[in-house]
């Protein structure tokens, strides 16, 4: 398996439960880390204990080897983190879902939706057999899996990292795996499908997935500023049931979506590799009229076009309207 000297990726010791839903039993997890950190340390609704006092106790009551009790610390706060909030979650249909895996996304919006994160911990659901990605096995190694949701949080001493912990579709194969990038600007490289990173051997699995979960948290924020954390603010309280526990908070994101790219999707994760031909060059004017891939943006707007609102632009055809019209299917390739 190939990784980008930008990223780390192991696997988590914690484990999920067998059941019917990997959602309920994930939902289940994280609430049982929010109630040991809880009991064990104290932790109020929104605290976050120092890794090393839970490790240390990990440790501890469990006899379990430093770097497996520091990755159990991390871990069991991140979901505990989740659990607090009300285990958001962004919810988005097959269709829609490929059509944000197939959406070009600029680095400026990468940064820009990193460094404004609704939660300290955000889940994106991925529908099920669109997705899959290099994931950590239950009898050792990795091997490719399908995912069924994706959680989005912050690491390093400055929250500096990017880190998601990947949910495999089946627990009893395949184990939660973390995969952490340095910096904003690694996601950037990788959501922009770089032609080497794509033509490795996890490469285009990923960049789809990062897409995917990307553009889910863009639309939601679009439609729903207010969710946006500007300057570090924390984030909004949840709802909490009768006995004072969070509720958990479902978001479905929805819009009309033309271009059917599933098929495409499905065939792009087989090939792993870039494919089709080389897209046409910034700037150039087509001889022929073709179908410009969807993409996001940030488009000027108020007085004197002084601020920026994200939009996503839909497939539109460029070139001379008397010109041959360029038949083609809808590929993805590097941008």
Do not use: N
């Amino acid at each position: 398996m190939h990784t980008d000297r930008h990223e780390a990726f192991r696997p988590s010791p914690l484990r999920l439960a067998a059941g019917p839903s990997v959602a309920a039993s994930l939902a289940s997890l994280a609430g049982r880390c929010a109630e040991m950190l809880a009991l064990t340390l104290g932790l109020g609704a929104r605290s976050m204990a120092d890794v090393c006092a839970v490790r240390s106790i990990i440790a501890r009551s469990t006899g379990a080897p430093p770097e497996v009790a520091a990755a159990q610390a991390t871990h069991a706060m991140v979901l505990a983190a989740w659990a607090v909030s009300g285990l958001p979650r962004v919810d988005v249909g097959h269709k829609h879902a490929a059509a944000l895996a197939s959406t070009a996304m600029p680095p400026s919006v990468v940064r820009d939706l990193l460094a404004h994160l609704p939660w300290d911990v955000t889940a994106v659901s991925a529908p099920s057999g669109l997705f899959r990605a290099p994931l950590a096995s239950v009898a050792g190694g990795v091997e490719r899996g399908g995912v069924s949701s994706v959680l989005v949080f912050r690491e390093g001493a400055a929250g500096d990292h990017v880190a998601l912990f990947l949910v495999p579709d089946d627990p009893g194969r395949h184990l939660l795996t973390v995969r952490v990038y340095e910096s904003e600007g690694a996601v950037a490289e990788l959501v922009g499908a770089r032609r080497d990173l794509l033509a490795c051997e996890d490469g285009a699995d990923v960049a789809l997935l990062m897409r995917h979960v990307l553009g889910a948290l863009a639309e939601l924020m679009r439609h729903r500023p207010s969710l946006r954390r500007e300057g570090g603010a924390p984030p909004a309280a949840p709802r909490t049931k009768s006995g004072g526990r969070p509720a958990p908070t479902v978001f479905r994101v929805d819009r009309p979506v033309r271009v059917d790219c599933r098929p495409q999707v499905l065939a792009f994760q087989r090939a792993a590799d870039a494919g089709g031909a080389s897209p046409t060059r910034a700037g150039s004017t087509p001889a022929a009229r073709v179908t410009v891939r969807a993409h996001w943006k940030m488009q000027p707007c108020g007085p004197r076009a002084s601020m920026r609102e994200l939009i996503v632009v839909e497939d539109y055809e460029r070139g001379p309207e008397d010109g041959p019209v360029a038949v083609r299917s809808h590929v993805l390739v590097s941008g």
